[in-house]
């Protein structure tokens, strides 16, 4: 098995019941364990800043599927939880991202790990510095890459990484 992390956010609908929901999916799926969550969290919208904000989460996963596999599953989820890509950086219902898979560098023309965008993204580094603050990225801990970033406006909305479990 593998430690995968993936980050999960949205802000159409019931984002906070998508992201459970996606989240269980996930666990009863051969090959794939959620092993822990982060707090869920409020942030602001991030791309395209005209969009209600958003509640993002990161989740540890023990996988022992490939990474492109792992990534076609979260895309097939986001499908079943009626996401539609409309606009880049616009708002949805889910999204699920493959954030980093072991300490594996991965680069095709479908998948890039770390996750391309991970350092600039506050709102993904602050759930993920709670599962994996140590975790290397671009030769720097996520706990490093946090510290350069503005995290105003992000919020824990839950007390604990058990809300997936709750709802």
């Known amino acids: 098995m593998t430690r995968a992390q993936i980050g999960l956010g949205g802000n159409m609908g019931d984002p906070a019941a998508s992201m459970a929901e996606a989240l269980r999916l996930l666990d009863r799926t051969q090959g794939v364990s959620v092993t822990r969550a982060s707090r869920l969290y409020r942030t602001p919208p991030w791309g395209r800043l005209d969009q ?11 996988v022992s599927l490939e990474p492109q596999s792992l990534l076609d599953l979260a895309l097939q989820l986001e499908a079943r939880l009626k996401r539609v890509r409309v606009e880049r950086w616009g708002p949805r219902t889910i999204d699920i991202d493959v954030l980093a898979y072991g300490q594996s560098s991965i680069e095709t023309p479908t998948l890039t790990l770390p996750h391309p965008r991970i350092r600039e993204r506050a709102f993904v580094l602050m759930p993920l510095a709670e599962l994996a603050p140590d975790l290397m990225i671009e030769g720097r801990t996520v706990r490093h890459w946090l510290a350069q970033l503005d995290v105003s406006g992000i919020e824990p909305v839950s007390d604990d990484g058990e809300w997936w479990h709750r709802l």
């Open 52 to 62: 209600p904000e958003f509640l993002n989460a990161c989740a540890d996963l023990d």
